[in-house]
């Protein structure tokens, strides 16, 4: 991995066979960042999704290992119990252009992975709904 300071960020390179959420969670804890909103593209060699079920409140997983193109990557990071939590959704497309989507839990780049990371300043923290169960945004 990667980076450059820019105005209000960061620009992060990750490169084959990184994962992604291990790789941001790592640059998280060396820039000391709290909070902030990121925006990437690449491709991948598998991919791990989810999807959040609110009648079992709990996640479903599946895993894809073959070719992908991110098609859209977008998440946040905000603390939870005192450290940044990274929560990310992507889209990634097969060689058949079929599109399949949801949480990202990992996933590992298979040429690389651009991210745009904007920084927000103070702290916004998430909180446990037990209602929803969830950490859901405290604002």
Known sequence: MKSKKINGGYIIKLEKDEKIIESLTKFLEEKQIKNGFFVGLGALSKVELALYRLKD???????????????????????????????????????????????????????????????????????????????????
């Open 57 to 139: 409140k709990k996640y479903f997983f599946k895993e894809f290992e073959e070719a992908l193109e991110i098609s859209s990557l977008h998440g946040n990071v905000f603390l939870k119990e005192g450290k940044p939590f990274i929560h990310v959704h992507i889209v990634v497309s097969d060689e058949n252009m079929i599109t399949k989507g949801g949480h990202l839990k990992e996933a590992i780049v298979s040429a690389t992975c651009e991210i745009i990371f904007i920084e927000f300043s103070g702290e916004i923290k998430k909180e446990y709904s037990e209602e929803i169960g969830l950490w859901l945004l405290d604002i």
